[in-house]
């Protein structure tokens, strides 16, 4: 339980070419974090530094994948927590662990010498959710520590801080988030097109042995709706189809197959919960 609670402060080597489809968004991205990486020119035209993006969009499309890839895009320490890590019964410990996060990043990167941190936070909506007059003092608590790191002062010798989010519900966010000098850019992240699961399924298929029958063109036709999160497990579920059979390579029945078994096991899922 600890050690899930901690945040993790790590480099991360993880490219925007590792990240299947989503073009639109990636270009979105990386414009903003130009902003950063040119933050002199930025400076002299009087700009407001970037403070925050947030990630809109379906589970499972590479959300936090393009966190991870923004701090390798700007050389940065990358830190990330998930909103529900900071929920806990006594008031005031989500608070303390949301400054805890900052602190432990802030050393990292000095020690790293590293000058600019990503910290994310996905699911930012169980702790950014509207405010409703003091029912949830602890969940105020902790956004008010949130939003108290967003607004720190950045000084010449302490490291500049991007702060990224994800959500799947952001008509569920506090407005004080989206606020300018906040969350003030918003990137939306879609399920993937034909040609995005193409190329999630090429990223996938790169360290698996694929028969040369296999057209994952027909793969991406076939898999309609799926997100990245989806197709990475029809690639690990056709391989130990595969394995099953005792064949050396994967062949298009063992994707078929897979296919079918990742979407009825999301409809098991769903009427579980039901
Ligand atoms: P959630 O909202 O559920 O946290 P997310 O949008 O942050 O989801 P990720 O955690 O980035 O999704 O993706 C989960 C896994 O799915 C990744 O580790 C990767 O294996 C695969 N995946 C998702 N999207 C892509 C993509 N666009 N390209 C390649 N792999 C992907």
Known sequence: QGDRKRSRAKIAHLTFDD??????????LKEALDFLIHKDEIAKLGIRPLKGILLTGPPGTG?????KASAQYTNSIFV????SEFVEKYVGVGASRIRDM???????AIKEKKESIVVFIDEIDVIGGKRDGGQHREYDQTLNQLLTEMDGIHTADSPRILMMAATNRKEMLD?????????????????PDKKGRFHILNIHAKNKPISIEVDLNKVAAESYGFSG????????????YAMREKEDNIHHKHLSLAI???????????????
Do not use: H
């Not at 900052?102 to 990292?108: C, Q, R, S």
């Not at 999160?229 to 130990?240: G, H, K, R, T």
């Open 175 to 191: 407005s004080a988030l989206l606020r300018p000098g906040r969350f003030d850019r918003q990137i939306q992240v879609d399920l």
């Open 229 to 240: 999160a989806q197709l990475e497990s029809v690639m690990n579920e056709a391989a130990i």
């Open 80 to 83: 990330s927590a998930s909103g």
């Open 63 to 67: 959300k936090t994948l393009l966190a």
């Open 260 to 274: 079918d078994k990742v979407m009825m096991g999301e409809k098991t899922d769903r009427e579980s919960t039901q």
């Open 102 to 108: 900052f602190k432990e990043a802030k050393l990292k």
């Open 19 to 28: 990240i299947g489809g989503q073009d639109s968004a990636k270009k979105e």
